[in-house]
């Protein structure tokens, strides 16, 4: 049976309880786990232990022979010392691999954790030597596709509660930067109190987005062909660029359309239930959004704008078109909004 991966919560769960290995490789795109990691590990120690037996390291400035030298010490007056090599994506991979020969066979009173935060680690000894012996975890950019999850469960471990148009407002304003979302959603648990439902109102309230005219609200426009509410976003979003990125934008409409497009040919699109399980809702709100925009859009309606929101995209980075960005979202909006739905094939 293969070894479950690590996750960041299965991680803080042994080092919660005290279930120490000698050597831990933190890695990847997302700094933020990363970070939080490190936050654990630099509290192992107690105060009096850390004086003699904790040691930060800066991979540009330390060979590899000489972190295997602390690593091999006894601690002083502790169980055990703990070792951090930080900046590790700093270094070439075959200095980085160096490593494997200490790892192969670590000290039992030493944890090192080696760090390679924004990169993956480089090195097939090394890392073959820390899975046999270590913890390998890898640390990956959150998707679009699983931030409302990451979301709602950050929210939930808060104790609040959350709306879906609160956790896609979200979504679509902060990203997929985890350090910029947790910290919203803190000044969302300080604002409310546990126990609190965080609201559209709530994030309009206490992060400063609109919510009357944000991408969540632009898609249910767009899903039931409201025509003057989808060009009152549109003119918001020119006013305030700064907060309605339409790199973004265009990308929520995308994957309204794709999406919508594969609700068409689920393999029982009647059944709501069925339809949920295949799409992976979490929410009948979401369903419902789908089923109204069903009634507005045929698939070969469909099709023909997951084009043109292609050609858009094409366009808004200078290939073809001399028009301003707000220009051509607005030219591709009409375009959605009156798709006659003409393929050729």
């Not at 022979?65 to 090599?85: F, K, N, S, T, W």
């Not at 990956?140 to 407002?169: C, H, T, W």
């Not at 930067?177 to 559209?200: F, H, M, P, Q, W």
Request: aromatic share 10%; with cysteine; net charge neutral.
């Amino acid at each position: 049976m293969a070894t479950p991966a690590v996750t960041y919560d299965s991680l803080c769960r042994q080092l919660a309880t005290k279930q120490y290995s000698p050597v831990y490789l933190l890695h990847g795109e997302e700094g933020y786990y990363i970070d939080a990691l490190v936050n654990r590990f630099e509290k192992i120690l107690t105060e009096e232990e850390r004086e003699f037996n904790f040691h930060v390291l800066y991979a540009p400035e330390v060979e590899p022979g000489a972190v295997m030298d602390l690593c091999m010490q006894y601690p002083m007056m502790a169980e055990r010392q703990v070792v951090i090599l930080k900046e590790a994506q700093a270094i070439p991979s075959a200095k980085l691999n160096q490593l494997h020969r200490y790892v192969a066979s670590p000290a039992d009173t030493t944890i090192l954790v080696i760090c390679c935060r924004g990169a993956q680690a480089k090195g097939k000894e090394l890392l073959a030597a820390v899975k046999a012996k270590g913890v390998n975890f890898e640390s990956r950019k959150l998707s679009d596709y699983n931030a409302p999850a990451v979301i709602s469960d950050f929210i939930r471990s808060k104790g609040l509660k959350a709306e879906q148009k609160a956790l896609e407002m979200l979504r679509d304003y902060v990203g997929t930067d985890l350090s910029r979302l947790y910290n919203e959603i803190d000044k969302l648990t300080t604002a409310l109190g546990a126990g609190a439902t965080v609201t559209a109102d709530a994030v309009e309230r206490n992060i400063g987005m609109s919510k009357d005219y944000n991408n969540y609200e632009l898609v249910d426009a767009l899903a039931v062909k409201d025509s003057a509410k989808v060009f009152r976003i549109a003119e918001y979003f020119k006013a305030n660029p700064k907060n309605n990125p339409l790199v973004v934008s265009a990308s929520v409409v995308f994957s309204f359309f794709a999406d919508l497009l594969a609700v068409y040919y689920c393999p029982d699109r009647s059944n709501d239930a069925a339809v949920m399980a295949e799409m992976k809702f979490k929410s009948s709100y979401q369903l419902k959004r789908y089923r109204a925009a069903m009634r507005y859009y045929n698939p070969f309606q469909i099709i023909e704008i997951i084009a043109a929101i292609r050609r858009y995209d094409a366009m808004s980075k200078g290939v073809g078109s001399r028009q301003t960005d707000h220009q051509l979202f607005r030219d591709l909006l009409f375009h959605i909004l009156t798709a006659p739905g003409n393929i050729k094939f």
